[in-house]
């Protein structure tokens, strides 16, 4: 009778031992999804990425001189871009930073060219999203998050082409994430490619080779 009173004891001992600990683990969930909820975006910010987005699809249309083009493959192509600004405006604000997108002059003219069916390259880059972070690794890892999601995506749609052949759109979904990533992905000026070379050149070197696994796969 003693050795099974002392073993429910020890075993309602064990149980509140772990109280505390789950009850933290449940706090830290709830804070993370309080942060995630608390994204925000403003009136400039949607007019913004409205701009940019009209301008973008204009460049998706184009590809066919303005002709009858499939709503996937426009789908795709501007999701290839809505997709990689949002990554860093979720993740910059999840990290407790301000951050909006903003359209750019010179940018938002690069693309309205691009949007010309006579001009035999395209460029996308009406804009970026501006962030407020000082702290160098979350900074870098909001610079790394916008190309990820294009390997994400681009090595998805690569993997369905095996599994729908016949799809063209499929094989567009993969090249155009596949160019997009390795765009921003070099090490000069304003793109992310410097801002994740400056933060971590290793991790810089893993994220290029991988773009280039798929630019390569993606096109041949």
């Known amino acids: 009778m003693n050795k099974y009173a002392e073993k429910r004891r020890l075993m309602m001992q064990g149980n509140h031992d772990d109280g505390p600990a789950a009850s933290s683990f449940s706090e830290s969930i709830g804070k993370s999804l309080l942060r995630a909820i608390k994204i925000k975006s403003s009136k400039t910010e949607?007019?913004?990425?409205?701009?940019?987005?009209?301008?973008?699809?204009?460049v998706g249309l184009s590809f066919n001189h303005y002709r009858y083009i499939s709503w996937q493959f426009l789908v795709i192509f501007v999701s290839a871009f809505l997709v990689h600004e949002l990554a860093h405006k979720f993740l910059a604000q999840y990290e407790g930073s301000w951050a909006e997108f903003r359209a750019q002059l010179?940018?938002?003219?690069?693309?309205?060219?691009?949007?010309?069916?006579?001009?035999?390259?395209?460029?996308?880059?009406?804009?970026?999203?501006?962030?407020?972070l000082s702290d160098r690794n979350k900074f870098g890892r909001v610079a790394l998050v916008g190309p990820l999601t294009n390997l994400?995506?681009?090595?998805?749609?690569l993997i369905s082409t095996y599994f729908y052949p016949y799809h063209s759109y499929l094989y567009a979904g993969a090249s155009f994430n596949a160019w997009i990533a390795m765009f921003n992905l070099l090490p000069f000026g304003v793109l992310d490619g410097q801002k994740i070379f400056d933060w971590n050149k290793i991790v810089w070197g893993c994220a290029m080779a991988t773009t280039m696994v798929l630019f390569i796969t993606a096109y041949i």
């Open 106 to 132: 010179y940018g938002l003219i690069i693309t309205a060219i691009s949007a010309l069916p006579i001009m035999p390259f395209k460029f996308i880059a009406p804009g970026a999203v501006m962030v407020g």
């Open 152 to 157: 994400v995506m681009g090595f998805s749609f």
């Open 46 to 58: 949607l007019l913004h990425l409205l701009v940019a987005t009209l301008l973008v699809t204009g």
